[in-house]
């Protein structure tokens, strides 16, 4: 038997004995090799090994030395390497059999079906993307089929219950929104991923979304898709900016006055916001408030009252049937509202399908800076889930950098919450959405959503939208200081 045909049989066997990965590291160097003008990493994959698509044996290779060597590069983006950058270079044999027991290791899985419920990409539009540009590719290379649905956060903890309440786990992989975490962790219904993710050198997750992803020292969901608050305005509003103000760095006081301004010359208020109940509303005004000092979810405190004051300030200008709106992108494009302060994402679907219409920038600011709400969904997999190596396999696939910004670009511009995804960033319409989101998440007053410490987040949103409709849409432009203070007990009833 030759040595290459052992070593082959030798690493599949490691696979199919350890529960982590075998190829968390790449093989052996058996050269070094510097970086030179006009050189490509497929380029030397063909000089090297014959093959210019076994470019990822010297990425492997690379990143693998890097994490004991400094000396060595890391790489990042495979499609970007500079000059001077020293590189691993395996033997062609290693190379050939890194390739093979990669291989022999994917078609281990071949014919499995793994089921994946995910909150997040609702639109249809977006399903589709998701199905074709992303999920598809993993089912290739696997030869495996990914059942992908939609549900909502209450329907995928419902329909997990009730199959461990059977002791029948059909659900592999599912996304939830980090307000919702606690609940999995607490019900203990999603596995510890940490052995997996100490091993996938190639992305750290960003600190910021981390709170509700992990506990006692374990990770057990990987964030995606990630959130803040942008300002979108319909280029028709802009002869009615005030004087000197910029949309790059607006306050919340010139964007009252902006508002007010429309109103006045068009007959009919154009701001528009969530009105649909248990939305995003309490998110919009959270932004607010933390510009002007306000802790999250505060309501009635002297640094809330203040943001109260923006919005009544503009009780009459926000457009007319904003509660049948739950996401302010379609009016947007219809041109029905001019003005918004959403999520980016969603203001990034609007202003992708025509940004000769629209213009984009951070969130208004008040005395304390740029105030928004971050939140992020996150990959976990359940506990004794049918297709767990699979599930792995999966989540290490969708997490990639790489994976994570062309997720993000076809579903609006969120933001990746992977620190390596932005060397894949480029200049198009959706990278100037996840950059500006970039700078209010990296430079903003910026909050997670607090949902573990209360009985009912969809409670709390509710209370904030009758004081809006309450105090704001129906009221005469002044805040109300009884009606806030008894909102505010009825918050604190909410609380654990």
């Known amino acids: ?42 380029k030397l994959a063909d000089r090297y090994f014959g093959d210019i698509f076994a470019y ?8 693998a030395a890097n994490a004991t060597d400094a000396g060595y590069a890391k790489i990042i983006n495979a499609d970007v390497i500079e000059i001077g950058q020293k590189l691993c270079i395996p033997s062609a044999d290693d190379a050939a059999v890194y390739l093979s027991a990669q291989a022999e290791a994917k078609r281990a899985f071949a014919g499995q079906t793994l089921v994946f419920s995910s909150r997040l990409w609702s639109p249809p539009n977006e ?16 030869g495996v089929t990914v059942d992908f649905s939609i549900l909502s956060d209450n329907d995928i903890m419902d329909q997990v219950k009730v199959q461990k309440e059977s002791g029948n786990i059909t659900t592999d992989v599912i996304i939830i929104h980090n307000s919702n975490m606690y609940e999995w962790l607490d019900a203990g219904y999603v596995a510890d991923m940490t052995p997996y993710v100490t091993n996938w ?38 002869p009615y900016l005030p004087a000197g103000a910029s949309t790059d760095s607006l306050t919340w006081e010139q964007y009252a006055a902006w508002a007010n301004a429309i109103k006045a010359g068009e007959g009919e ?65 219809r041109e029905e509202s001019w003005l918004t302060v959403f999520h980016n994402a969603r203001a990034g679907q609007a202003y992708a399908s025509n940004e000769t219409a629209f213009v984009l920038g951070p969130a208004p600011s008040g005395p304390k800076g740029i105030g928004s709400i971050a939140g992020s969904s996150g990959f976990a997999i359940v506990e004794g889930a049918p297709h767990y190596d699979l599930a792995v396999e999966f989540i290490k696939y969708m997490t990639s ?11 609006g511009g969120f933001i990746p919450p992977v620190e390596e995804s932005l060397a894949f960033l480029g200049n198009e319409a959706l990278d100037e959405v996840i950059n500006k989101a970039l700078l209010v998440l990296n430079n903003g007053v910026v909050s997670g959503v607090p949902g573990s410490d209360y009985q009912d987040w969809g409670a709390v949103k509710q209370v904030f939208d009758d004081v809006f409709k309450d105090m704001i849409i129906n009221g005469d432009g002044t805040v109300n200081q009884a009606m806030l203070d008894e909102a505010a007990a009825k918050l604190e009833a909410l609380k654990k």
């Open 1 to 42: 038997m030759s040595k290459k045909i052992l070593l082959v049989l030798v690493l599949i066997l490691m696979l199919s004995l350890t529960a982590v990965p075998a190829f968390a590291a790449g093989p052996a160097c058996a050269d070094d090799y510097t970086v030179q003008a006009n050189d490509w990493l497929s």
């Open 56 to 63: 990822p044996v010297i990425v492997d290779a690379t990143n």
């Open 127 to 142: 399903q589709e993307f998701i199905r074709n540009e992303i999920i598809a590719p993993f089912e290739a290379e696997y």
């Open 201 to 238: 050198t190639d992305r750290h997750y960003m600190e910021t979304f981390s709170a509700n992803t992990n506990r006692d020292g374990k990770q057990y969901f990987l964030p995606t898709a990630a959130d803040v608050y942008l300002l979108l305005a319909n280029k028709k509003a802009l």
């Open 269 to 333: 208020g154009k701001v528009c916001v969530t009105g649909i109940p248990m939305k995003s509303l309490v998110y919009m005004f959270g932004g607010v408030g933390l510009s002007y000092g306000a802790g999250f979810p505060d309501i009635n405190s002297p640094e809330a009252v203040k943001a109260w004051e923006i919005y009544a300030s503009m009780y009459d200008a926000f457009s007319p049937g904003i509660f049948n709106v739950d996401n302010c992108t379609d009016p947007m494009q």
């Open 401 to 411: 950098p790489k994976v994570q910004v062309k997720a993000s670009k076809g579903t």
